[in-house]
């Protein structure tokens, strides 16, 4: 093995004293080109970038989040005093989704001051606030589409003018958020209470009650205040009322989306909601064997009495007479003969003793209503849709509010024509849709390309150059073994030396083979000459 590398080494040796300076210096300028470009490449590839996550904030919300990103292993940095939190940069959108969802920061906001960073020299007061208002849009923009069923989202932020003079008080912030929901997610109470709170904590002075969230079927979502939803009834009433309507819409709007298309539907639904609660107990007897109403004898007793013979005679003193004897007194009649009999006969029956404690709920439907607008599959022609199609959805609906509605509430049957009465389905074109734009896919860099196609370029010269000189070097090394090597001549063995007689004899030789006449006409003249 040491020879092997002797011998490899030794080649590369004379293969690098064979080049010439101009090659000597190219082949180093490419090597040190090459570890540069590869070293600026691991240099910014894995480099950390660190970001604000949130600023302003008190020393003890600071350390509550440090500790908690800890929790979590993911680097941070605390500056300005202890007043602002820095994160590497792949995972600040999804700290602040995350962090949101658990109520944090409960101070501070969202920094955008790397904002400013990037504003040119020329710029004015009011571009810079443009430029601010339109990165904070895009920004919570791209945070509230990491959240589970939003593919986009378009937020629109409106703030306040600040006052001239110190004692102006300063107005509120406001936000309208149209979200592109995913088909048939249902979202948590947690997830909208997060959507607010990552919302108002990105725009300063921005309170929930100035937020508005739909999406792109005009679903409205509203943020469940616990302490207004527990402390009126009203509140909680109405919230039960729309958690009803809702649950409605989607079902419909599901189930027609499907059929015609989640954009060719819009669905509405109101409700009649009786919140009537009653409590009441109930105490039944009723009897084991109901047809022929008996019970099961647990007992039983018969006394039977008779008597036959004269009564016996009254004794004592009649009534009305004075007499100071102690003896009772009683009422003088006739005395007679006679029979008596008397029968008494006493059964304990057992029964079905029922007791109910009933409490009937408070959430029944009274009346529903829907409402459906169906774009027609072209939308310049109403008569695209087929009235049989109509008449489907018409009676999909039917069947929807026929079990949505309370019987017992309702009292009376609900016929064909009442039932027509709370559905409506219009057949018209949408003029009013939400556009969302498509969502670009995020590429790698530009200079990534670029380094990369540098370096394929260097690599690819670096092997031609390499090719060339091996080729070039074996054919100076064909020219220098030609060089070296002379010529030795070596006769053959078998070579007979050539005698004049020899020659005469071959020509003979090949005259008789090619020329046998001339040959014999040589031969008779050959003869006479003799």
């Known amino acids: 093995m040491n020879e092997s590398f002797q011998r490899n080494f030794t080649k590369i040796k004379e293969y690098w004293n064979n080049r010439t300076k101009k090659q000597k210096l190219t082949y180093v300028g490419s090597f040190l080109f090459f570890v540069l470009a590869l070293s600026l490449i691991v240099y910014f590839t894995s480099r950390t970038t660190m970001v604000p996550l949130y600023s302003n904030l008190s020393p003890s919300e600071t350390g509550g989040i440090k500790e908690n990103l800890d929790g979590r292993g993911i680097a941070s940095e605390i500056s300005d005093g202890g007043t602002t939190i820095k994160v590497p940069e792949e995972v600040v959108d999804t700290l602040k989704v995350e962090l949101a969802a658990q109520g944090i920061p409960k101070s501070g906001s969202i920094d955008y001051s790397f904002f400013s960073q990037n504003a040119g020299i020329g710029t004015t007061d009011n571009e810079f606030k443009v430029m601010k208002l339109d990165a904070m849009q895009t920004e919570i923009a791209n945070l509230i589409k990491g959240i589970d069923g939003i593919s986009d989202a378009k937020v629109m932020i409106t703030l306040p003018e600040k006052g001239i003079f110190v004692s102006d008080q300063t107005e509120a912030a406001s936000a309208s958020i149209v979200l592109n929901t995913k088909p048939g997610y249902q979202f948590e109470d947690s997830q909208i209470k997060a959507l607010y709170h990552l919302v108002s904590k990105s725009v300063p002075n921005l309170p929930t009650d100035n937020i508005v969230i739909m999406n792109q079927y005009f679903e409205y979502f509203s943020l469940n205040d616990e302490k207004n939803s527990n402390g009126t009834t009203f509140a909680s009433q109405n919230e039960i009322k729309k958690e009803i309507e809702r649950d409605v819409q989607r079902q419909v709007q599901n189930m027609l989306g499907t059929l015609m298309g989640q954009d060719k539907v819009v669905v509405s639904v109101s ?31 018969k006394l039977t009495e008779t008597f036959t013979g004269n009564g016996a005679q009254a004794g004592g003193i009649p009534q009305g007479e004075q007499s100071t004897d102690t003896a009772p007194s009683y009422v003088e009649g006739t005395n007679s003969n006679g029979d008596y009999e008397k029968i008494e006969e006493t059964i304990n029956n057992e029964v079905n003793r029922i007791r109910k404690e009933i409490v009937e709920s408070p959430y029944k439907v009274r009346d529903l209503g829907i409402q459906v607008m169906v774009e027609p599959p072209n939308p310049n022609d109403v008569n695209s849709l087929p009235q049989e199609r109509v008449d489907d959805i018409t009676k999909i609906l039917g069947t929807i509010v026929r079990t949505t509605i309370d019987k017992d509430a309702l009292g009376t049957e609900l016929t064909d024509e009442a039932l027509k009465d709370k559905i409506v389905v219009s057949v018209q074109p949408f003029n009013g849709k939400i556009k969302f734009n498509e969502s670009t896919k995020q590429a790698l860099p530009w200079w990534i390309y670029a380094v990369g196609a540098v370096l394929l370029a260097i690599i690819l010269l670096l092997i031609f150059l390499n090719i060339r000189s091996k080729k070039r070097r074996e054919v100076e090394e064909q020219a220098a073994a030609l060089k070296e090597i002379e010529p030795i001549f070596i006769p053959d063995v078998n070579e007979e030396t050539e005698t004049e007689s020899s020659l005469r004899r071959k020509q003979l030789e090949k005259m008789a083979k090619e020329k046998p006449e001339d040959f014999a006409k040589l031969l008779r003249t050959w003869i006479a000459d003799e």
């Open 271 to 301: 409700a009649d909601v009786d919140f009537t609660q009653e409590n009441r107990e109930e105490n039944l007897v009723a009897p084991v064997d109901a047809e022929n109403m008996k019970g099961i004898a647990v007992s039983a007793q």
